[in-house]
T-cell receptor, first 114, second 111 residues
């Protein structure tokens, strides 16, 4: 079956530091890959996505590249802000006759200090 | 704002009771998904509906059921509630089958 593994947090950073959150996956077929972000007390927001190998998803200064050879989709941001403090989830889905549910990693809590 | 609405925002009830959670998808989205977020299990897929028909089932207990109505809104029914059912329940909708947009969730507390 499908699975997603992401680094455990919490990750604590200072403002303007570089952020990397590692994510690797196991999937049958050709998955689409996503990063979702959950701010305190809120639902999940789609941050970025990539639907095929070597695609780069980007949004709000965050980037992730779909690496099929290493089955990875690491999230990066060059200079974080306090407002980036949140829980980040890596996820995948595969389209098929049995639907296209999202399979999530365990989430990584990021805390950015001023 | 994702365009997906969920009611109620919070629900507190007792063990053995039954509750109904409601979700309205984004305008035009035919697929609705339900997920459960708990501290011990993380985010788990429960069930998917597409245009009124059940499309896929995940780790959904037999005490739980769902349906999608002709106007595309969906309800998740949880019965014989146990303490362990306390969680955040999210609904998501999709038009493309690729991107899913999540509602704000319903926080269920079973006492």
């Amino acid at each position: 079956g499908n699975s997603v593994t992401q680094m455990e947090g919490p990750v604590t950073l200072s403002e303007e530091a570089f952020l990397t959150i590692n994510c690797t996956y196991t999937a049958t077929g050709y998955p689409s890959l996503f990063w979702y972000v959950q701010y305190p007390g809120e639902g999940l927001q789609l941050l970025l996505k990539a639907t095929k190998a070597d695609d780069k998803g980007s949004n709000k200064g965050f980037e992730a590249t779909y690496r099929k050879e290493t089955t990875s989709f690491h999230l990066e941001k060059g200079s974080v802000q306090v407002s980036d403090s949140a829980v980040y989830f890596c996820a995948l889905s595969t389209l098929g006759a049995a639907g296209n549910k999202l399979t999530f990693g365990g989430g990584t809590r990021v805390l950015v200090k001023p | 704002d994702s365009g997906v609405t969920q009611t109620p925002k919070h629900l507190i009830t007792a063990t053995g009771q039954r509750v109904t959670l409601r979700c309205s998808p984004r305008s035009g989205d035919l697929s609705v998904y339900w997920y459960q977020q708990s501290l011990d299990q993380g985010l788990q897929f429960l069930i998917q509906y597409y245009n009124g028909e059940e499309r896929a089932k995940g780790n959904i207990l037999e005490r739980f059921s769902a349906q999608q109505f002709p106007d595309l809104h969906s309800e998740l029914n949880l019965s014989s509630l146990e303490l362990g059912d306390s969680a955040l329940y999210f609904c998501a909708s999709s038009a493309t089958g690729t991107e899913q947009f999540f509602g704000p969730g319903t926080r269920l507390t079973v006492l």
